[in-house]
């Protein structure tokens, strides 16, 4: 329905009533917003909040010299390192090469080594176990042999491999597979070997996202829980990780419980700003991929 305006001209009140509707709709969005932002964040920094500030900051430190919290540190750092030197080594060329061949059965082959990273850990800590334990699959051989693999530090660190590696294997795939392509093939058709080819091409050019994936993994190693308790157990000294000397304090002692616990959280941060810079290197130096490819391809051997 319409109204007739002096001079005949008509009147829409729905037009009339347009712009004062969309600024109140516009009003009501951003009030929406900002309160879903402000849930989200509320949710996600209360609880670190809550642990952070749950003792004074003197004792809030003092827990992080204690015998227990020592002793897990010097364990975390020990069998993370040699699980990250080993995921590296034997990690790095297994991406390349799956990121650079095409072959029937290679989905199959991404699918099993994603297959850890939807495991549950405690599932993943039994299938170690049953296969390297004492009693299971392959523990009657290992025992003829003289090894053990169970409840020891090689179980913590096997236990870091098989829940961490996928991190750093899917990361670094997709690094290489970020890799122009046609600069491989060139470096092939000017002599360069596969091995020369990769040290020289492809690794300085995936190098901020391999970087980046080996963060995460790194970070997952870290925290990893699940699949130790089951297959490395949790013994000071030898095999009790940061997040084990956690689970193990919380009836003892709680506040050495949350010191450990911020140290855990500050170490993640710090691993997870590590990996968002070597992102970021990543991402800008794809830009400059090319001319960089070729000053290797064509460095004197």
């Known amino acids: ?54 003792q004074p900051l003197p004792s809030l430190i003092d ?6 919290a020592t002793d897990a540190i010097v364990v975390s750092l020990k069998t993370n390192a040699i699980a990250f030197a080993l995921m590296i080594g034997f990690g790095t060329p297994f991406a390349y090469l799956l990121a650079r061949r095409r072959f029937t059965g290679r989905s199959a082959v991404i699918t099993l080594v994603e297959l850890p990273l939807v495991m ?43 829940v961490a590696s996928p991190y750093y294997l899917r990361g670094a795939i997709a690094a ?20 020369r080819t990769m040290l020289r091409v492809a690794l300085p050019l995936a190098s ?4 980046a994936a080996a963060a995460v993994a790194f970070a997952r190693g870290v925290g990893e829980f699940g699949a130790t308790i089951l297959f490395a ?4 000294g030898t095999t009790q990780t940061l997040p084990l000397a956690v689970y193990s304090l919380f009836d003892a002692n709680l506040d050495q419980a949350i010191s450990i616990g911020v140290l855990l959280i500050i ?3 710090a691993i997870l700003l590590t990996a968002k810079l070597l992102t970021h290197t ?16 064509s460095a004197p051997r």
């Open 1 to 54: 329905m319409t109204a007739n305006a002096p001079g005949g001209a008509h009147m829409n009140p729905d037009h009339e009533r347009a712009p004062w509707v969309s600024a109140l709709g516009r009003v009501a969005l951003a009030v929406g917003a900002a309160l879903v932002v402000a849930v989200v964040l509320a949710f996600l920094i209360v609880p670190i909040v809550a642990l952070v500030t749950y």
């Open 282 to 297: 990543w991402n800008s130096s794809t830009s400059t991929s090319l001319s960089r490819g070729v000053h290797s391809i």
């Open 208 to 211: 901020g996202g391999l970087g």
């Open 63 to 68: 827990g992080f010299g204690t015998k227990v």
């Open 120 to 162: 549950p850990p405690a599932v993943a800590g039994l299938a170690l176990l049953v296969a390297f334990g004492r009693f299971g699959l392959l523990g009657h051989t290992l025992s003829v042999l003289g090894i053990d693999l169970a409840f020891n530090q090689a179980a913590v660190v096997i236990a870091i491999l098989f």
């Open 233 to 236: 157990g949790s013994f000071q």
């Open 267 to 269: 170490v993640s941060a």
């Open 176 to 195: 290489f597979e970020a890799v122009d392509r046609a600069l491989l093939d060139v470096a092939g058709t000017l002599g360069a070997g596969p091995i």
